[in-house]
Structures are given as C-alpha cells and as structure tokens.
C-alpha cells in the first residue's frame, strides 16, 4: 500500500494532500463534494469545470442527506467525493451506493481508522475519541456511527467495488502531518499509525455506458 503524509495542519493541509495525490484529470469536471461543510475544497479547485458542496447545514449550495438520496440524476457528475464522511450515516451502504448513482466516472472517499495509537491512548486514559463520539447530554446536530478499522474500511471498499461494478484505481494510507518516523513503520502497523485511507474509484466502461 501507498504511503502518504499530509501537507500541512488542519483540513485545508489535509485536502491539498488528496488533491495532489490522485491524477489532474479527476479534479477537471463536474465535482461533486458530498460533506463539503465550509466548501474549502471548491476553493482549492481552480481547474474544474463546476462545483457543488452539499451537506446537512448551511454554507453548502446544495442541503441534502446522503443515506436518503441525493437531489440529482444519475451520472450528473464526473466525481462525487465524500472525505471523512461515510461514518457519520446510519446507512452506510446506501450512502455509498449514492454516491457511486450520481458519479459518471469517479468517486473519491476517505475513511479514518479509529484503531490509531493516538485514538487507542484517549481510550485508555478515559478520553472522548472526538467531540463526534460519545453520549452528549442534548441530541447532536452530527456525530459518527461507525467505529472503523482499517481492515474494515479495506474490506467494505473491496467488497462494495466488486459489488457495483467499480475499478479501485489508487488507494493510500494517510499519516498525519510531519509523521515522518512512522511513514517507515506504517506497512509493518498501519492499524497503529494511520490516520485515514484513501481511494480512487472508477466506474467500469460497462457501467458509465448503461448509466449514459
């Protein structure tokens, strides 16, 4: 598996990194970001055709849930991208199936591994995962559903990949920024030191043709 270290802090570090990582051609067309929230990675994309960020709540262009079907037309766009978004649905597997409907030909997600050292030690020491986690005392606006490994994130992508008829043309795993030391441990305990994976699907010629 690839390896790779985000640029920088923060999510803007974090979207730059995947931007460059996976080929110019991807970002070119019609992009749909599904869990934009403040639609940063429009802001980063100067070479695409058209931009759409939907989400649950407002600065988004489009609001929309996607485990309950997204507004648009199969094959509306050439790549839907979802980072760090899946966990955050009761439906995984419709969401999933979502995005891969409203694609033309790619799909970009991420899903974090929770099973990272640094996640494992708040555990240990009695800490919340994230503000994500948990049982708030009021109802949460969002929060996240699934408590992934990076071996189920693998299986569910290989596994939903065959199933709808999808090419997995890049995969990485993601270390946190300046985790220099453990990009050389991360193929002996990637479960241990990575933060995120990340893959490149593309719709096979059969299934762009039958959704045109």
């Known amino acids: 598996m690839k390896i790779a270290i985000v640029k920088r802090r923060g999510e803007i570090g974090k979207l730059q990194t995947v931007i460059e990582l996976l080929p110019a051609e991807v970002w070119k067309g019609r992009i749909l970001d599904v869990g934009c929230r403040g639609g940063k990675l429009g802001k980063l994309l100067l070479n695409s055709l058209f931009y759409c960020g939907v989400d649950l709540f407002p600065p988004a262009t489009v609001i929309a849930n996607v485990e309950r079907g997204l507004p648009f037309k199969s094959c509306s766009f050439d790549c839907v991208v979802a980072l760090d978004v899946l966990e955050h649905t009761d439906d995984i597997y419709r969401a999933f199936e979502e995005l891969v409907r409203v694609s033309r030909k790619f799909i970009v997600i991420t899903l974090p591994n929770c099973y990272e050292f640094r996640l494992r030690w708040r555990f240990l020491i009695g800490?919340?995962?994230s503000g994500k986690?948990?049982?708030?005392?009021?109802?949460?606006?969002?929060?996240?559903r699934w408590l992934i490994s990076l071996k189920d994130a693998y299986d569910f992508v290989h596994f939903q990949a065959n199933k709808l008829g999808l090419d997995i043309l890049q995969e990485f795993y993601l270390l946190g920024?300046?985790?220099?030391?453990?990009?050389m441990l991360a193929n002996l305990v990637p479960s241990l030191l990575v933060g995120w994976y990340l893959v490149l699907f593309q719709r096979s010629k059969t299934e762009e043709k039958a959704g045109m």
Do not use: I, M, S
């Open 133 to 144: 986690y948990g049982l708030p005392p009021d109802r949460p606006l969002d929060r996240h």
């Open 177 to 183: 920024h300046r985790r220099y030391l453990c990009k």
């Open 127 to 129: 800490r919340r995962l």
